[in-house]
């Protein structure tokens, strides 16, 4: 986030964030440099996603990852692994980036999209587990959606979902 304290409708206002306010980026790079950014406005949501988020079935969030990626020069011969925060990550953008060659690696929500439902039911569970427990389910299909009229999707490649007892429970997803 870039600090503003003007008034303009494309800042936002983040009062639990260290900037509270001012313009988002949405970035892509790697050690300190940037590579490519979007900018999002709060009036008119991010740059350049206009309707392409609304042609598949991702979100906004999911959406604006794969247009950050799609700009990665010669994903084919480059090994690219992404490692994104849990506000993005699912297992519907795991396979759409394995579909442009690209990894993908970090935590995810409890309600994201494809989560093996044991692994759901674990997160949720009051029992104690030791520290360092470790549960992994490889996915090779997922649902798109509870509201979505196509039932399952088969996903390109198989995608390592787990759970690990750190000082809470965490969920992450490794497809490289």
Not at 18 to 43: C, E, M, R, V
Not at 85 to 98: K, R, T
């Amino acid at each position: 986030m870039i600090p503003y304290l003007g008034h303009i409708w494309h800042a936002i206002k983040a009062p639990h964030k260290p900037i509270k306010q001012g313009y988002k980026l949405w970035k892509l790079g790697d050690l300190g440099y940037i590579f490519n950014w979007l900018w999002y406005s709060k009036a008119e949501g991010t740059e350049g996603l206009g309707s392409k988020s609304r042609e598949n079935t991702m979100a906004d969030t999911q959406a604006l990852v794969i247009s950050l990626a799609k700009s990665l020069p010669d994903p084919e011969t480059q090994d690219y692994t992404l490692y994104l925060d849990n506000l993005f990550n699912n297992v519907p953008l795991a396979d759409a980036l394995a579909q442009l060659k690209i990894g993908v690696m970090g935590t995810t929500r409890v309600n994201a999209i494809g989560l093996p439902p044991s692994l759901v039911q674990l997160k949720k569970a009051k029992e104690l587990l030791e520290w360092g427990h470790l549960k992994t389910t490889i996915v090779t299909s997922y649902k798109q959606a509870s509201r979505s009229k196509i039932p399952t999707v088969q996903s390109t490649v198989p995608i390592n979902c787990g759970l690990w007892q750190d000082n809470n429970r965490v969920l992450g997803k490794i497809l490289t």
